[in-house]
């Protein structure tokens, strides 16, 4: 070889290696691409790229119909399809003025809780994979699979639901929803308390995970993050207490916070979430009302009068913001997303600075992105 | 001057029963890696809770041939940056070396292809060496930088816990008084050298599983960072080959183990070749073990794993070698043996594993805080 080794760049003295890691590589949660500056094992530097999977779904928006946009919203945090749909529906609830009826509140309750641990359990099960153990994986998708047949019972879509609508619900429940319900929880809970045996305190997870691209209280507020990688630094900051929407306000659960900030917290966040979600879960089946769940619109177009709003909520990734601009016809003027993962995942280049090639796998499972929310 | 293998004067009727005998070892050891990937499939499965492969034969027991044939028929893709010379010539590297080790490995007392006498451990710890050029060549004629990472973490990996393996090895030496395999067995005729080496033991059996790359220790070819590592460029029977030669060591170690350790081929009942039938059950018992430890445990860092090998592994192994020479130098009985390997094992690993590797006591540090936050944020 003759010519010189292309990608070797010299910055300053020692000799670095740029590693292109993206987006057809595994552990980058679907198209993600981080080019890292390495020397030797360690990671000097990162430089991140998104937008391969960009759909333009805000742009999109503005030429659908109200409820055609739930479906868009479907497609955003393809992991947590129920929380995103009820955002969008509440954002348009608050600009119309419509109240929904107490059952399909509480109905969206029961879903968006399932859905978060749902989603929890696959991030559970791919910081597992990332970390290199693979039984916890197969664990969880599990559980997330007894959940998705619930969903599917329920909406008749394991993944893209549809089933929020503007002022209230597609249609009941099935009948058996709440059997269902009461035979899925005791197997959901011997899924997490495996899973959990198994991987969060395993001393190799625990070396690889404690300590790794901890970040301080004021560097993620000022990044932006929230949900489970803010509450990790331990803020005790959770939309569902901070700001209650729909019927949160009711119901006894904790705000499960870490101590460090670091990789090990985030999983350790998250796992604890899930048990408090299972909680809400239990309240709402006792306190939910019988009645009515359909919107009053009824078959009519939503036609919100002419403003702008922003809702936000606690999507399992963190906090979610749907802005919404109506000029009085029967499609957005303009909707801005806030998604959490794209927030989350800002942090990335100072979270991945001095760590090891090892580690940045591990340290953008934590973060939990989701590419179709992130590039949107 | 009497050559372990005279090779200059083999007479015709000697080279093909030679070649015959390779030839029969080449099936065997085949036919081993086929029921080892099916066992490791399946079990895999169970703990996983799954059935593992179902719709190929019986059981599944077709998969490990569809899979060959599969990886045969594959497009062999050579990559048109890639050094031709290593990238072809690497897979040989790993793969022969390998086969090599089984040339003296004893399956009972008359079982063994060529028993080279004394040299026979020495030859073993010798060739399994070699494979890590393969690796690296491998990594770097790939011309890939996941590779040629995959490659060098490999060097480090496998020369740093051939250490413990060598000193272990030589300490099980001292005990036998011999380097000659069939002698060691023999030797371990009234008692396995478990009862009174459980440290070599543990020592031998966790530097194995590094030597081969198994879980937790499968870090150059860590599936989620570098993507296989040295193999990640190669593909159909190319590839095959080095998953065939990941087999063929991962039995080998397990061999090793049965045989300096748990008394080979010596069990009640059988006599004659028979014997191989516990040296079989033997292996596959330690292959199981090998394989649930993949089904459990998460992988090491860089990083951890040399610290582990330099800072925990090396100096147990010299104490082994101590203590096993101090105990040969007094004949002393066996049971002072046992008791100064389980005294080292208790006190000196978990000194060194507390002191330097640490993720013992950080685990029951960050249980006892998160347990106290808990109850906190209960009341």
Request: glycine content about 8%.
């Amino acid at each position: 070889m003759t010519d010189i080794p292309t990608g070797v760049v010299t910055r300053g003295e020692p000799v670095e290696m740029l590693l292109n890691m993206g987006p057809q590589h595994p552990s980058t949660h679907g198209v993600f691409r981080m080019v890292l500056w390495v020397d030797g094992e360690k990671v000097t530097d990162v430089e991140p790229h998104i937008g391969y999977l960009h759909r333009g779904s805000e742009k999109l928006c503005e030429g659908e119909q109200f409820h055609q946009v739930i479906t868009l919203f479907d497609r955003m945090d393809y992991l947590a399809n129920f929380n995103n749909e009820l955002v969008y529906c509440a954002a348009v609830e608050k600009l119309m003025g419509l109240t929904v009826p107490e059952r399909a509140e509480y109905v969206r309750v029961i879903l968006c809780e399932l859905n978060r641990i749902a989603s929890h359990l696959l991030f559970v099960a791919t910081m597992g994979l990332d970390a290199g153990a693979m039984t916890p994986s197969m664990i969880c998708f599990r559980g997330r699979e007894r959940v998705q047949s619930l969903f599917e019972a329920v909406s008749g879509a394991r993944m893209m639901h549809n089933y929020f609508r503007i002022g209230g619900l597609k249609e009941d429940l099935p009948d058996n929803f709440e059997e269902m319900v009461g035979e899925l929880m005791p197997l959901l809970q011997a899924d997490i308390e495996e899973a959990d045996k198994l991987l969060t305190f395993n001393e190799i997870f625990l070396a690889r995970l404690k300590g790794v691209a901890a970040i301080s209280v004021e560097d993620a507020l000022d990044f932006g993050l929230t949900g489970p990688c803010l509450r990790a630094c331990g803020v005790d900051y959770d939309l569902r207490k901070a700001d209650p929407y729909s019927v949160y306000d009711r119901f006894e659960f904790n705000v499960p916070t870490g101590l460090d900030g670091d990789c090990w917290d985030r999983h350790f966040v998250r796992v604890q979430e899930m048990y408090e979600s299972m909680k809400i879960v239990e309240q709402a089946l006792v306190q939910m009302p019988k009645g009515n769940v359909t919107s009053s619109l009824g078959r009519r177009l939503p036609r919100p009068p002419k403003g702008e709003v922003y809702v936000r909520a606690e999507n399992p990734r963190g906090e979610i913001g749907v802005y919404l601009v109506c000029d009085g016809t029967d499609k957005p003027y303009r909707l801005k997303v806030r998604p959490p993962s794209f927030c989350n995942l800002s942090a990335i280049k100072h979270l991945l600075k001095d760590t090891w090639i090892a580690d940045t796998v591990v340290v953008l499972g934590s973060l939990d992105i989701v590419l179709g929310e992130v590039d949107r | 001057m009497s050559l372990p293998i005279p090779l200059l004067s083999v007479s015709l009727i000697t080279f093909f029963w030679i070649v015959a005998g390779l030839l029969a070892m080449f099936t065997a050891l085949s036919v081993v890696v086929l029921s080892l990937t099916w066992l490791e499939r399946k079990l895999l499965g169970r703990l996983q809770r799954r059935l593992g492969p179902t719709r190929t034969g019986p059981m599944g027991l077709m998969q490990p041939v569809a899979d060959a044939l599969k990886l045969i028929l594959k497009e062999d893709i050579v990559p048109t940056s890639s050094e031709k010379a290593i990238f072809w010539i690497a897979p040989v590297l790993v793969v022969v070396p390998a086969f090599m080790i089984w040339v003296t490995i004893p399956g009972t007392e008359n079982l063994v292809l060529k028993n080279l006498g004394d040299l026979g451990l020495f030859y073993i710890i010798a060739f399994s060496v070699v494979g890590i050029l393969g690796l690296v060549l491998a990594g770097w004629g790939s011309a890939n930088k996941y590779g040629t990472l995959g490659g060098l973490r490999a060097a480090a990996q496998l020369i740093s816990y051939e250490i413990p393996v060598i000193m272990v090895v030589i300490a099980v030496a001292m005990l036998a008084q011999s380097l000659n395999m069939v002698e060691i067995v023999e030797k371990q005729g009234s008692y396995p050298y478990v009862l009174v080496f459980p440290l070599g033991l543990v020592i031998f059996f966790i530097a194995g599983l590094a030597e081969v790359g198994r879980t937790p220790f499968d870090i150059y070819f860590a599936e989620s960072e570098i993507v296989g590592g040295p193999f990640v460029e190669y593909s159909g029977a190319h590839w095959s080959v080095f998953f065939l030669a990941e087999y063929i060591n991962t039995f080998a170690v397990a061999a090793l183990t049965v045989l300096l350790f748990l008394g080979g081929w010596s069990g009640p009942f059988l006599t004659g070749n028979w014997e191989i039938i516990w040296f079989l059950a033997k292996v596959y018992a330690v292959i199981l073990v090998i394989f649930w430890i993949r089904g459990t445990f998460p992988r090491l860092r860089i990083d951890q794993l040399m610290a582990f090998a330099w800072k925990v592994m090396v100096p147990l192994s010299f104490y082994a070698i101590i203590i096993t020479a101090v105990y040969l130098f007094y004949g002393w009985p066996p049971w002072t043996l046992t008791l100064m390997s389980l005294a080292g094992l208790l006190v000196v690993g978990y000194a060194i594993y507390r002191r330097f590797a640490g993720p013992a006591s950080q685990a029951a540090q960050v249980r006892a805080r998160y347990q106290a936050l808990q109850s906190r944020s209960g009341q």
